[in-house]
């Protein structure tokens, strides 16, 4: 079956350092996969799209890779802030049912950032 | 923020008891989804829509039923509620006009349903 696997464990990282989140998926041929935030009692908030065919994507401090080889995407935040802690949650789409069928989510790794 | 408004945000009800919850949207997006949220399972889809009176099952769609009768109201219906679906429930939208359902996931606040 299907599997995404993302840190369980909380990560604790001091302020100003490069937070680096992982996710590994199996039994999966993503067209695509995003990240989002989520903070305690709200919704996840998109991040960042990117396609099978892209390595890298940027926006502003986020940095995501995807490497279909490894099965793997890196999600990094430089000059992390207190602001950034929260809870970031991965997502595999593909174009089954015409990418309508939604997203497969992780669990999710909790993120925080020491002041 | 994407108009989406879950309602009720939070309910507690009895096992046994029928459940309905409300996903409006003012976006006129074409795909609606529900999905719930456990400690330890991360977020599941339970049912999706991809038009009006156009609904597919998700992972986890035994015992609940969806129906979609106008492009913003996506409604999630637990027929007897039971312990095991006590969680929180999230609606989502994508794909505005003209675009496919391959963008971003707009989420709702989320609705807390406790069942006794």
């Known amino acids: 079956s299907q599997k995404i696997e993302q840190n369980s464990e909380a990560l604790n990282i001091q302020e100003g350092k490069t937070a680096t989140l992982t996710c590994n998926y199996t039994?999966?041929?993503?067209?695509?996969l995003q990240w989002y935030r989520q903070d305690p009692g709200r919704g996840p908030v998109f991040l960042l799209l990117?396609?099978?065919?892209?390595k890298e994507k940027r926006k502003e401090r986020l940095k995501v890779t995807f490497d279909t080889t490894l099965k793997q995407s890196l999600f990094h935040i430089t000059a992390s802030q207190p602001a950034d802690s929260a809870t970031y949650l991965c997502?595999?789409?593909?174009?089954?049912?015409?990418?309508?069928?939604?997203?497969?989510f992780g669990k999710g790794t909790h993120l925080i950032i020491q002041p | 923020d994407a108009g989406i408004t879950q309602s009720p945000r939070h309910k507690v009800t009895e096992t046994g008891t029928p459940v309905t919850l409300r996903c409006h949207q003012t976006e006129n997006h074409r795909y609606m989804y529900w999905y719930r949220q456990d400690p330890g399972h991360g977020l599941r889809l339970i049912h999706y829509s991809y038009g009006v009176k156009d609904t597919d099952k998700g992972e986890v769609s035994d015992g609940y039923s969806v129906s979609r009768s106008k492009t913003e109201d996506f409604l999630l219906t637990l027929e007897s509620a039971t312990s095991s679906q006590t969680s929180v429930y999230f609606c989502?939208?994508?794909?505005?006009?003209?675009?496919?359902?391959?963008?971003?996931?707009?989420f709702g606040e989320g609705s807390r349903l406790t069942v006794l």
């Open positions: 039994n999966y041929s993503p067209a695509y």
């Open positions: 990117i396609r099978e065919n892209e």
């Open positions: 989502a939208i994508s794909g505005r006009t003209g675009q496919g359902a391959f963008g971003e996931l707009f």
């Open positions: 997502a595999l789409g593909n174009f089954r049912g015409g990418g309508a069928d939604g997203l497969t």
